[in-house]
């Protein structure tokens, strides 16, 4: 978690704040939607999953964007959500999703998964590189691996797409979540 908060962090920091309407990896999302997507869930999600609260609908609708300081706002918040994990209660018990219970450690690792993932998004839009050690390559693979169909039911990920079975493991996370590792941003 604390890797890819930093990573996130770190990313965020180079995001142009002209290029928010360029497009993303993620079809169905500009740069703009995508970031505010991620910045809701994977920090202020995160805090929120961490002490049982339910996200407000004012952070739902919130474009977090229209704040040039959004950057260093969401490294901040990100700092916020992974203090609230430090509580080894955090991990104990069941996250109410509002659809379903889920264990706190599952819920975690999927947060973890979707803060990587889609700051690998917001990385390649933005003609960065989204870096992961490769234990951290290997647990977000093995997170992506079990959720993958259940996620493609409510198309949160895209078809798998083929690479090579020696590629790293985050590489591999990546494919198996329906995202080209080799996409490239368009001039």
Same mark, same amino acid.
Request: net charge negative.
């Given at each position: ?61 919130? /474009?977090?964007? *229209? #704040? ?6 969401? &490294?901040?918040?990100?700092? +916020? %959500?992974? =203090? !609230? ?69 409510? /198309?949160?990920? *895209? #078809? ?6 020696? &590629?790293?493991?985050?590489? +591999? %996370?990546? =494919? !198996? ?11």
């Amino acid at each position: 978690m604390k890797e890819c908060a930093a990573e996130a962090a770190r990313i965020a920091r180079g995001v142009p704040q002209e290029r928010l309407d360029d497009p993303t990896p993620c079809g169905e999302f500009d740069l703009r939607a995508l970031v505010n997507h991620w910045v809701l869930y994977t920090s202020h999600g995160l805090e929120h999953r961490a002490l049982r609260k339910q996200l407000p609908e004012a952070l739902a609708e919130r /474009d977090f964007t *229209a #704040d040039e300081a959004w950057p260093q706002e969401y &490294a901040a918040q990100l700092d +916020r %959500a992974v =203090a !609230a994990w430090a509580d080894p209660a955090a991990w104990e018990g069941e996250i109410d999703l509002g659809f379903a219970a889920e264990p706190a450690p599952k819920v975690a690792a999927q947060l973890i998964t979707e803060l990587a993932v889609h700051g690998w998004d917001v990385a390649k839009a933005t003609g960065q590189e989204f870096r992961v050690s490769a234990e951290v390559g290997g647990f977000l693979l093995g997170v992506v691996e079990e959720h993958a169909e259940m996620y493609r039911q409510y /198309d949160g990920f *895209a #078809d798998p797409v083929a690479v090579a079975a020696n &590629a790293p493991a985050f590489h +591999r %996370a990546l =494919a !198996a979540s329906g995202r080209d590792p080799g996409w490239e941003r368009q001039a």
